[in-house]
């Protein structure tokens, strides 16, 4: 199915549902998990994203959570953010559903988000539990940054492998999945599940999925269309049409 009957599909809908991951991000410059030059190309994932990582090098987490922070503090959203912006005001019902932890569709203005996999931003005390502010953590740039109530070390409000998503917002994206007429996937792997289950989801339930990846992934064989290309482009390409 091309694109121009994607966008008839959208206008006849009512609920719609997006999945984005790394790859929306990459032409803001943000690199990508599992893409040559992407993060994982240096480090395994066990080595910096799950907790007995963080038990044994916590210096070597933050390092590269410092890193990543000052990484998108430093760009800016792009058009494929913005194009998702712009789908959300015509579509009665939509739900974006984030693996990103990057606040990209946040700081382009997108209103109803879900982000499975936490955000950068955030982080909270190993011991006790306690939140700590955007601001407070900025002020460490190298270092593992201190509990203020405790004393105990920060870790970021992150989903690492083995750990369970916030039940909450993972029900309300498989909700989104299975409610929704048409499910749009863009710039991810579909490797990392549960996320990857949520175009599963949609599929199973009816609704028509398209995806927008460079290239064809785990689900390509699945979805009712594949579009590749930035989708900085095909995003964009996609609202001129409605
Ligand atoms: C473009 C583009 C452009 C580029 N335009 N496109 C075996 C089977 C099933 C599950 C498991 C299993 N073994 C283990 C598991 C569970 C595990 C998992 O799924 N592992 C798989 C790798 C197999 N999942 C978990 O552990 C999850 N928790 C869980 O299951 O809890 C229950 C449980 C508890 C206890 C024991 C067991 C189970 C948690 C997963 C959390 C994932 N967290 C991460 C890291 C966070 C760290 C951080 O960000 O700091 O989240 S993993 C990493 O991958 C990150 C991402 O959100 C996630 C998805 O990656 P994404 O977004 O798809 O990026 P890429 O790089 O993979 O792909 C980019 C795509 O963009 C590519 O396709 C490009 O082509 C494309 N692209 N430029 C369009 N311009
Ligand atoms: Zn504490």
Redesign the pocket.
């Known amino acids: 199915m091309g694109l121009e009957s994607l966008a008839q599909s959208l206008k006849n809908s009512t609920r719609v549902a997006v999945l984005t991951?790394?790859?929306?991000s990459?032409?803001s410059g943000v690199p990508?998990?599992?893409?040559p030059g992407?993060i994982w190309a240096k480090f395994r994932?066990e080595e910096l994203?799950s907790m007995d990582a963080f038990l044994s090098h916590p210096e070597r987490v933050w390092e590269w959570?410092h890193m990543?922070r000052k990484t998108v503090h430093e760009v800016k959203p792009n058009p494929g953010h913005e194009a998702l912006v712009q789908l959300e005001k015509l579509i009665p019902e939509f739900q974006l559903i984030t693996?990103?932890?990057d606040d990209l569709h946040k700081r382009a203005g997108q209103k109803n988000i879900l982000e499975l996999?936490g955000n950068l931003t955030r982080s909270y005390c190993v011991s006790c539990g306690e939140p700590a502010s955007p601001e407070y953590l900025n002020q460490f740039e190298k270092e593992i940054p201190i509990c203020p109530a405790c004393g105990d070390k920060l870790r970021?409000d992150?989903?690492?492998?083995?750990?369970?998503?916030n039940p909450d917002i993972l029900n309300s994206a498989i909700e989104a999945a299975r409610n929704c007429e048409v499910f749009l996937v863009?710039?991810?792997?579909?490797?990392?599940?549960?996320?990857?289950g949520l175009p599963l989801e949609a599929l199973n339930k009816g609704a028509q999925v398209f995806e927008?990846?460079?290239?064809e992934?785990a689900i390509s064989h699945l979805v009712h269309g594949h579009f590749p290309g930035?989708?900085?482009e095909s995003l964009p390409q996609l609202l001129s049409l409605l």
């Open positions: 991951g790394a790859g929306i990459a032409e990508t998990f599992r893409d992407g994932p994203a959570y990543r693996q990103n932890v996999h970021p992150i989903i690492w492998f083995g750990e369970m998503l863009a710039g991810t792997s579909a490797l990392v599940y549960p996320a990857a927008f990846n460079l290239e992934t930035p989708c900085g």
